[in-house]
């Protein structure tokens, strides 16, 4: 069975930091660009960050630029959000995505627009609060 779990979410006071991850059953992350996606209540889900093969392909949405920082480690099959300097505005349950079972190449940017994504986690939910 193809399955995304997060975990990595919680409560923190404005300014904390926490680190999201997300690893996979059923298939190997490590040969898909990966999304990270939030939804606050009452809003859309928007894309975070996402991540192609290599790192250095990262796209960030402008409101967490400087803040958070996807990597990928492809020993622990796991993609991770570390997110720092947090705001109320961070709240909302963090998704990771993939697009499997797309055979062309995704942009990240594109990715972080929802394309080609048919895949997602359960989510864990993030609170900024003080």
């Known amino acids: 069975q193809v399955q995304l779990v997060e975990s990595g979410g919680g409560s923190v006071q404005p300014g904390g930091s926490l680190r999201l991850a997300c690893t996979s059953s059923?298939?190997?992350?490590?040969?898909?660009?990966i999304g990270w996606f939030r939804q606050a209540p009452g809003k859309e889900r928007e894309g975070v960050s996402c991540v192609g093969l290599q790192v250095n392909s990262a796209y960030y949405v402008d409101s967490v630029k400087g803040r958070f920082t996807i990597s990928r480690d492809n020993a622990k099959n796991s993609v991770y959000l570390q997110m720092t300097d947090l705001k109320h505005e961070d709240t909302g349950i963090y998704f990771c995505a993939a697009p499997i079972g797309e055979r062309e190449i995704i942009f990240t940017q594109d990715l972080c627009n929802m394309k080609g994504v048919d895949t997602w986690g359960q989510g864990t939910q993030v609170t900024v609060s003080s």
């Open positions: 059923g298939f190997s992350l490590n040969y898909y660009s």
